[in-house]
């Protein structure tokens, strides 16, 4: 079965520093996607990023990028020049092959961004 | 695009009674839908996949017969907790998997239970 792993249930960064968050996951699948969604008090799921497995190169969004390491099974996202509308939850996710398109949450980092 | 509604917002009922939640896809057809229950300070827990036509797929653990699930359209599948408790006051979340093809989801705005 899969799993998903985030270690940092907190993080605080200064505002227009850089900070990252941490995702590891397991898997013997071999096409499957990866997800940052973030979740602001209104509770509304943003996707943030998203990364397909067979893709060697990372994804960027603007201020936000992750480093994909497929082979160690990580994937963290780095927010550069943090803002104070990026303090949320961020939640990792898997989207598995196999049919199911069912995603599989790590438990979520609590991003504080301090003025 | 690829919009996702949720009504209610929230919902008060009283214990024992049953109460309907309702996941609209507003501009794309949803063959497979999906409900997440999130407790407070918690990840979203995957309650069960709901397919166009077909019986849903619960999670081990899921209660079928007290969360019963219909989506009977492309664009609307509904949850419905019955006989409400206490323990079911939660955050609930409904997501449509992107009609392209790809992984992705799009989720709706979450409905707030209150069971008192």
């Known amino acids: 079965a899969q799993t998903v792993t985030q270690s940092q249930p907190e993080m605080s960064v200064q505002e227009a520093e850089t900070v990252t968050l941490s995702c590891t996951y397991d898997?013997?699948?071999?096409?499957?996607?990866l997800f940052w969604y973030k979740q602001p008090p209104s509770r509304q799921m943003i996707l943030v990023i998203r990364?397909?497995?067979?893709?060697?190169q990372n994804a960027t969004e603007n201020r936000f990028s992750v480093n994909f390491q497929k082979a160690a099974k990580s994937f963290s996202l780095k927010i550069s020049d943090s803002q104070l509308g990026d303090a949320a939850m961020y939640f990792c996710?898997?989207?598995?092959?196999?049919?199911?398109?069912?995603?599989?949450f790590g438990t979520g980092t609590r991003l504080k961004v301090l003025a | 695009g690829a919009v996702v509604s949720q009504h209610p917002s929230w919902v008060i009922c009283k214990s024992g009674t049953s109460v309907k939640i309702e996941c609209r896809s507003l501009?794309?057809?949803?063959?497979?839908m999906f409900w997440y229950r999130q407790f407070p300070k918690q990840s979203l827990m995957l309650m069960a996949t709901?397919?166009?036509?077909?019986?849903?797929?619960?999670e081990q653990g899921v209660e079928k017969d007290k969360f019963l699930i219909n989506h009977a359209s492309l664009t609307l599948s509904t949850l419905t907790v019955t006989s409400a408790h206490p323990e079911d006051s939660s955050f609930y979340i409904c997501?449509?998997?992107?009609?392209?093809?790809?992984?992705?989801?799009?989720f709706g705005p979450g409905t707030r239970l209150t069971v008192l």
């Open positions: 501009d794309f057809q949803a063959t497979t």
């Open positions: 997501s449509a998997r992107d009609p392209s093809g790809s992984n992705e989801q799009f």
């Open positions: 898997t013997s699948e071999s096409d499957y996607y």
């Open positions: 996710a898997y989207g598995g092959g196999g049919g199911t398109y069912k995603y599989i």
């Open positions: 990364q397909e497995a067979y893709k060697q």
């Open positions: 709901s397919n166009e036509g077909s019986k849903a797929t619960y």
